[in-house]
């Protein structure tokens, strides 16, 4: 009983672990990760649908990846994307540069 609650707890430890590395350190793993085409596709469709509205398409060339966790960190909630289109627009646009 007692072991089984450590181990509960451990699972739960990693698990918080996976997600803060997956929602804080989008830049350290981007490099290393593939993505579908059609995972790119729908990045592609939300970054061209809600970040030309206030403002041109921006580039991703012109900001490196790092920069790009700050900025959408400031332009999802402007466009309004929740944390899932957050992700994957970012991991659109820092798989343009690469
Ligand atoms: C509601 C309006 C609005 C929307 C939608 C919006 N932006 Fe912006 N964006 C701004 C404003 C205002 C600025 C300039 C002031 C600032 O940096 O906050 C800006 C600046 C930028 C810059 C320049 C930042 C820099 O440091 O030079 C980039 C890049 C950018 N936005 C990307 C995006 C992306 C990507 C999206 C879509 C996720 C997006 N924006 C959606 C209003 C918006």
């Keep these: 009983m007692k072991n089984k609650n450590i181990s509960n707890i451990m699972t739960m430890s990693i698990g918080l672990f996976l997600i803060t590395a997956c929602t804080q350190k989008p830049a350290a793993i981007a490099g290393t990760k593939t993505f579908t085409a059609e995972y ?3 990045g592609k469709t939300i970054f061209e649908n809600s970040c030309g509205k206030c403002h041109d398409l921006p580039n ?6 790092i920069q790009w966790v700050g900025i959408m960190n400031s332009m999802a909630p402007k466009a309004k994307l929740d944390d899932a289109q957050h992700q994957i627009v970012y991991d659109y646009v820092v798989s343009v540069k690469n």
Excluded at 60 to 65: C, E, G, Q
């Design 40 to 42: 790119l596709a729908q």
């Design 60 to 65: 991703p060339m012109d900001h490196t990846s």
